[in-house]
């Protein structure tokens, strides 16, 4: 037997099958359907012309889209089909009254038949309460029209299979709703599915009857009485645990010889504690070593080996930095650098985790000496003025760098990139076979997707060239060209919506005219400014990393003002929109409800907003610009990893890419934000009025 994994027809009315092996030409073959597949989707299909029917009888919306799963092979799964309504949001009321109109229907085993349109019936049919869509024009489609009816419910246009009668669906069953971008998404199961489901269902009932030692009503009790013998276990493994870790600490802290440097004061001892510790057993151990030798700096490591270990594989490992404050502050961050990590703490104690330390292990033998040598200069200095200059010195040389404005030049021209990718995954969207369908009969409301020629071919290029410093000022030029392209026709109806209607622009139309900022700074550092002077004729680009120390003439002036003054628009903006939701839920912080039906929060709502507000004012203005340009762009970067993680699994590729949008342009506004503080703004600022004041 040869298994068939699909079957398509052409144009020309030729049927091809895929087979899950070859078949030799010519050979005969015998064709069979597999009846409990087919029946399965008749059932869930059926379903769906009787669900979406209801939905428009009961809430008056249309169905956008619907999609079929496989049928689960483990018993118990029941793979849902999927309801796209035209329509917000569903409340729990009216999910019952679909529900129970569609069993109520199946009860009444209403007839479902067929129906081949022409010119006799047609007429009455266009007629007909209980059709839903249009018919094709007779001029557009050969042949028949075929129609599905389930009487007196519903008339649609379907060329899939279908069951007699209601009767055989058995059972409809509500099984979820979600939102999706400005829809409502209806989960159901019908017939054998709703069967299944129930089956796998007592069958995990007995299985936990048999577990718990107990029958179903007395779940809650028994529980209950677990989670307390947990507890109590977890009070004395904590007990334990801090036994153990307390003698770990005193053995450590006596195998450590103390001594000091003309350099650095204290003791550095360098240990492995174990492979199953974690973060929290490494600050147990470090306590009571400190407690014996307070003055000790300590690494300890844990979960993995170390890269010189022959004990055990490398695995997920986590470390720990502790002693005194002060050297905590200075060593850790050195530390988590050295492993291409983020690590964070309290003072005297910082800790981190890694995915291997022997995957860093080669990297952090690369900058370890440094980090030392860093550590003990610091450490050296006479007084806490000079220690704190040459901690700031460290900062500049660092932020300065090559590798942190190569950073900032990727991070604005990722936005670009995006864009074109977002097309891309827009025109793949439409060429689906769904979308194709509906195109033809809905030409107006959906326009044909044109292929991103452009955008791959020029716009990528560019961006990328400019990422690298290639010939800026024209791929400076042309992603100019990109963004307006892409935003000129959302930021002008959403003014329009303003100036008519008064309603507000969302937040990703102020975010793209602040990415325009960004462009605006882009051209105006690439652009030869003839008031310069410069001996080669050319300026030292915003994205070429060279840091220009000469005051930019007026032209140049005012357009980085234009720039930055549309990158306060966003802070102003979105930091106004969140104090108005924080008045609006009785100045609570944090929204009580979640989104999307899957339990994650509103990326829009967040309280990083509010500290971009506050930093607005003086970056508007141009005082204090390079700390500020610094904390605007830690905010954005912040906002960006933990209120637009695109990389999860969203319901949808739509709002996947809106929050992928999102997090690309908060990095992209934040990378032109360390260019800005790193080239300056120009002559309109506070800080340069000052400057020639004082002079």
Request: proline fraction near 4%.
């Amino acid at each position: 037997m040869v298994e068939i994994l699909d079957v398509q027809r052409s144009d020309d009315g030729t049927v091809t099958h895929f087979t899950a092996v070859p078949v030799p030409e010519g050979a005969s073959v015998r064709v069979a359907v597999d009846w409990d597949r087919r029946y399965d989707h008749m059932q869930q299909h059926t379903g769906q012309h009787l669900v979406s029917a209801v939905c428009d009888e009961v809430l008056g919306a249309d169905t956008v889209s619907w999609e079929l799963h496989a049928r689960a092979a483990s018993q118990g799964g029941s793979n849902d089909v999927m309801v796209d309504l035209a329509t917000p949001s569903v409340n729990p009321e009216q999910m019952q009254a679909i529900e129970q109109r569609c069993n109520s229907v199946i009860r009444e085993a209403h007839a479902v038949r067929q129906i081949l349109v022409d010119d006799s019936n047609r007429k009455g049919l266009l007629a007909s309460r209980l059709l839903r869509g249009n018919l094709p024009s007779p001029d557009r489609v050969k042949g028949a029209v075929r129609l599905i009816e389930i009487e007196g419910v519903d008339v649609n246009s379907c060329g899939g299979t279908h069951l007699l009668s209601t009767a055989e669906l058995q059972v409809i069953k509500l099984v979820g709703l979600e939102k999706t971008k400005g829809m409502a998404r209806l989960h159901f199961v019908a017939g054998d599915r709703v069967i299944s489901a129930l089956s796998g269902f007592l069958t995990l009932e007995a299985s936990l009857n048999k577990a718990l030692g107990c029958g179903t009503a007395d779940w809650p009790k028994m529980v209950g009485k677990i989670q307390t013998e947990r507890k109590d276990l977890a009070k004395k493994g904590k007990l334990l645990t801090e036994e153990v870790a307390t003698a770990a600490g005193a053995q450590l802290a006596g195998s450590v010889s103390e001594g000091t440097s003309d350099r650095f004061s204290g003791v550095v001892g360098l240990v492995h504690c174990r492979d199953d510790a974690d973060a929290s057993f490494l600050g147990l151990v470090a306590n009571a070593a400190l407690k014996t030798n307070p003055a000790a700096l300590l690494l300890l490591t844990g979960g993995a080996p170390l890269p010189s270990s022959k004990s055990a594989k490398p695995g997920p490992a986590v470390f720990v930095v502790a002693g005194p404050p002060d050297a905590v502050k200075r060593a850790g961050p050195k530390v988590a650098e050295a492993l291409g990590v983020k690590g964070g703490g309290r003072p005297g104690l910082y800790q981190g985790k890694t995915a291997s330390l022997e995957k860093a292990g080669k990297q952090m033998g690369q900058n370890i000496a440094h980090a030392k040598i860093a550590v003990h200069d610091v450490a050296s200095s006479k007084d806490a003025r000079e220690a704190g200059a040459k901690v700031w010195t460290l900062w500049k040389n660092a932020e300065g760098g090559a590798f942190v404005l190569a950073m900032a030049r990727i991070l604005v021209c990722l936005y670009f990139i995006n864009l074109v990718v977002e097309d891309y995954e827009q025109w793949n969207f439409m060429q689906s076979p769904e979308m194709v369908e509906r195109r033809k009969f809905y030409p107006h409301r959906i326009p044909a997707s044109r292929f991103p020629y452009l955008g791959l071919f020029v716009f990528i290029p560019a961006a990328v060239l400019a990422a690298v410093g290639v010939q800026v000022p024209i791929t400076a030029t042309i992603m100019t060209l990109d963004m307006i392209y892409n935003s000129s026709s959302l930021i002008w109806s959403q003014l329009l919506m303003l100036v008519r209607y008064g309603q507000r622009p969302n937040e990703l139309t102020v975010k793209k005219l602040a990415m325009l900022g960004c462009v605006a700074l882009v051209l105006a550092h690439s652009v030869k400014d003839i008031r310069e002077k410069l001996q080669n004729n050319t300026y030292a680009g915003l994205l070429l990393g060279g840091n220009v120390k000469k005051e930019p003439g007026v032209r140049k002036s005012l357009v980085l003002l234009f720039g930055r003054l549309l990158m306060t628009l966003l802070f102003l903006y979105v930091g106004w929109v969140q104090i108005h939701r924080v008045i609006m839920r009785d100045w609570a912080l944090w929204s009580k409800f979640e989104n999307d039906g899957v339990w994650r929060k509103d990326g829009h709502d967040n309280n990083w907003l509010l500290l971009e507000f506050a930093l607005s004012l003086p970056f508007a203005v141009g005082y204090k610009l390079p700390l500020v340009s610094r904390l605007l762009a830690l905010t954005l970067s912040l906002e960006a990893f933990t209120c637009w993680p695109f990389w999860v699994d969203w319901p949808s590729w739509q709002y996947s890419a809106h929050v992928r949008l999102h997090f690309v342009t908060n990095l992209g506004v934040a990378g032109g934000l360390i260019l800005l503080q790193n080239f300056g703004a120009g002559r309109y600022t506070v800080d340069q009025l000052m400057k020639k004041k004082a002079t």
